[in-house]
């Protein structure tokens, strides 16, 4: 069998059980695991399944934004150590600007004992941090996205365009080394662009569970923060690819 027909068929099987160990295929082809492995390399390289620890699961396609309802119940341990890491490279006096989303939610709760200014367009981040006489808030506002609970739209980038911070923490839905990181909607790509453009330093924090996952709408590639925050959960392939492609990554433990 060719090489091109048994990639086919790997993801023919991927496509109708999302997931495969690397022995399973090997059983189903007739060929050795590290033939397999080679296979299911050549089609991570491609864009088309993200391997992980033992096997892969093809690229899953996030068509709308998550609730942040939703977004509260996935990966709590996870966005925990993440926020811990961010947070401890955050300085008194410093200003900051913090993405919507459950993850920066979980940055401003471990900021409360610093003396910093925080630019925000969460709503809930904003209520919870105005509770601290330490913290200097501002909210950037806009038309209220029903699914975030934050701000959206064309007077939120024109607040930030008089701003500048030196820390910005930006999350996703979605990353990925070829396709980059991604959003299901234009607004929101245009907005994390408008981050992004009024910090001195930015931050990537997103779990490792949304790797390997995209959307419509890309915002940027990888390569262009100065880091990029996630867990250890991570499969290691992942994790050698993306050192090998120089991405500034840092792993925490979950």
């Avoid at 401890?88 to 913090?98: F, H, K, N, P, R």
């Avoid at 934050?150 to 930030?160: A, M």
């Avoid at 070829?178 to 453009?197: C, H, I, S, W, Y």
Wanted: with cysteine.
């Amino acid at each position: 069998m060719l090489a091109i027909e048994r990639r086919e068929r790997i993801l023919s099987f991927l496509r109708q059980h999302e997931y495969a160990n690397v022995e399973t295929l090997a059983g189903i082809l007739d060929v050795s695991s590290m033939t397999i492995r080679r296979d299911l390399s050549k089609l991570e390289e491609q864009g088309m399944i993200r391997r992980t620890h033992g096997g892969a699961t093809i690229g899953q396609f996030i068509n709308t934004q998550p609730h942040s309802e939703e977004s509260k119940s996935r990966c709590p341990e996870e966005k925990h150590a993440i926020a811990s890491y961010a947070a401890s490279l955050v300085s008194d006096g410093q200003s900051i600007l913090l993405d919507a989303g459950t993850t920066c939610m979980e940055i401003a709760r471990q900021l409360v004992d610093r003396r910093i200014r925080v630019v925000t367009t969460d709503l809930a981040q904003a209520l919870f941090l105005c509770r601290y006489r330490n913290i200097e808030v501002h909210i950037a506002g806009g038309q209220v996205d029903e699914r975030t609970q934050s701000s959206l739209g064309g007077n939120v980038q024109h607040f930030l365009d008089d701003l500048n911070v030196e820390l910005a923490f930006i999350g996703c839905t979605s990353w990925d080394l070829q396709r980059g990181v991604t959003t299901p909607t234009e607004d929101r790509a245009e907005l994390k662009r408008k981050m992004f453009e009024r910090a001195g330093t930015r931050i990537l924090v997103a779990d490792s569970e949304k790797y390997g996952r995209y959307s419509f709408h890309r915002i940027m590639g990888l390569e262009k923060f100065d880091l990029v925050v996630t867990d250890s959960h991570l499969p290691d392939y992942s994790h050698e690819t993306l050192i090998k492609a120089e991405i500034n990554l840092h792993l925490v433990s979950a």
